[in-house]
């Protein structure tokens, strides 16, 4: 162990010398276990100071039974000239106190013929250790498979044996492949031996796309962790498994229930909506309806329009949270776009006795985008202003651009938004307490959709601080790059 690089021998001075300065505890024995150096280190792991230790035999501080196998240790290691370790060896300390220690016997030639070192080094402190990761290990809610560098299975838990269906005297020795089905294990093996050659902490099967195989054969979903394990035997690699089986099965259900929502939402509220309002629509051209009956209808009128925006804004949200929001972006001009928002809103504006405006460049702004959802956008942004500002208050969109972005502000002299967070204001069903407060109609979707449609144009929606008391909504989109 301290030999010389050259397998020159020592000179007695010079190993001496490195004994008593060596950081681990440390004693030089004859060839029959009698000890000639000690140092400090040695001395405090076993309670005998250091000059007593001279003369006194390494067996003198194990059991009685371990003697004569000491002895022979010793002297296999002198004649052999190979290093021994002894695990987990009990040692008595000159308190009374057992320890237990790893002890590493080493040959080492010098000009004075063949002595030993020994290095003793506290094995409780690690099988303290050792015993609070199994703990651990145990008391994991996943099933943990410990494999080393080579794929073979050093360790498992009860969750892997209740999970996978083999004991654990079946697992431990097998390559972890038996855990894989015959049609990935290829392909798993590649993987393995790539993730050796840089280990890191990596999650897999997220995609929910990874499968497991059972000791009967039958496979399951599953999701897995990976975690690089350095230990003084080598790299070990920590697999923890996850089975999502009950978790696909309630996708699959959440799926369904999305499906005949949709389907309800669709054929069972849209489609008479629509009827209704196509109904009104001639009613409202007949001669003979008094101005009463004309009233009556358009109260009629505004309620269904008000459900059907409603049923359209649950429709758009479920296809959201379902696959993201789809346009078709072609090319468009926005100016005419805003323009066609605020005639659409001005009738809703009158009723409620707002004075609503306009401001535009008073040309083409071209921009890629859909015209459809980015009016849907619009729309909701001209609601909810015309919704919370108060009779005789006013409404403006503004439209501005520069060469490289357009920007869209609704501006209203409404109550404002108060002392809450304007990033809440676009969280679904989120209602503002004045909101509630005044009982003003809305389900909190109108602004999370508009969201939605600005993002999916790769543009920001925002309430910035107007000059003025209400509240400004402020949308910027980028515009094509040959816009001047």
């Not at 494999?147 to 050093?154: E, F």
């Not at 707002?354 to 980015?374: H, I, K, N, Q």
Request: aromatic share 4%; net charge negative.
């Amino acid at each position: 162990m301290l030999q010389a690089h050259d397998d020159r021998p020592w000179e007695r001075d010079a190993l001496t010398a490195t004994v008593r300065a060596s950081p681990e505890a440390m004693v030089l024995c004859d060839a029959t276990g009698a000890i000639l150096v000690a140092n400090d280190a040695a001395s405090a792991l076993v309670g005998v100071p250091v000059s007593a230790m001279t003369g006194m035999t390494i067996t003198e501080f194990g059991r009685d039974t371990m003697h004569d196998f000491q002895r022979t240790m010793v002297s296999a290691v002198t004649v052999n000239q190979v290093e021994v370790t002894v695990r987990d060896c009990r040692v008595l300390r000159a308190d009374g106190e057992r320890l237990h220690l790893d002890l590493t016997v080493g040959p080492v030639s010098t000009s004075d013929g063949p002595l030993v070192t020994v290095v003793m080094r506290d094995a409780g402190e690690k099988q303290q250790q050792t015993k609070l990761f199994r703990g651990l290990l145990e008391a994991a809610p996943d099933a943990m498979v410990i494999v080393d560098r080579s794929g073979v299975i050093t360790l498992v838990n009860a969750q892997a044996e209740q999970m996978f269906g083999y004991e654990r005297s079946e697992l431990v020795g097998q390559q972890v492949e038996v855990l894989v089905p015959d049609r990935y294990a290829g392909m798993h093996m590649a993987f393995r031996q790539g993730y050796v050659t840089e280990p890191q902490a990596r999650p897999m099967g997220l995609a929910g796309d990874l499968r497991a195989r059972r000791k009967d054969g039958s496979e399951l979903p599953v999701e897995i962790t990976l975690s690089p394990l350095e230990t003084d035997e080598g790299l070990l690699v920590l697999a923890a498994v996850r089975d999502i089986s009950e978790r696909r099965r309630m996708q699959e259900e959440t799926d369904r229930v999305k499906d005949d929502f949709f389907a309800t939402v669709s054929h069972e509220l849209r489609t008479p909506l629509t009827s209704m309002i196509g109904y009104g629509e001639l009613m409202g051209d007949l001669e003979e309806l008094s101005p009463q009956g004309q009233r009556f209808l358009s109260v009629i009128m505004r309620s269904a329009e008000r459900e059907l925006r409603l049923v359209d804004d649950l429709l758009t949200l479920v296809a959201i949270e379902e696959s993201g929001l789809s346009i078709r972006a072609t090319d468009i001009d926005l100016e005419q776009v805003v323009r066609d928002a605020v005639e659409a809103g001005r009738p809703r504006a009158e009723e409620a006795q707002l004075s609503l405006s306009l401001e535009t460049p008073g040309y083409a702004v071209a921009m890629a985008g859909d015209r459809d959802r980015l009016g849907q956008a619009l729309d909701n942004l001209l609601s909810n202003a015309i919704e919370f500002t108060p009779a005789g208050g006013r409404v403006r969109v503004v439209l501005r651009h520069t060469a490289s972005q357009a920007q869209i502000d609704v501006v209203d002299t409404g109550v404002g938004i108060g002392e809450e967070d304007p990033q809440q204001l676009f969280e679904r069903l989120f209602r503002a307490p004045t909101a509630v407060a005044q009982q003003t109609p809305g389900a909190g979707l109108g602004l999370t959709i508009a969201l939605a449609i600005v993002e999916a144009h790769a543009g920001s929606i925002e309430v910035v601080a107007g000059e003025d008391a209400g509240t400004t909504f402020r949308m910027t989109f980028p515009l094509r790059s040959d816009e001047a």
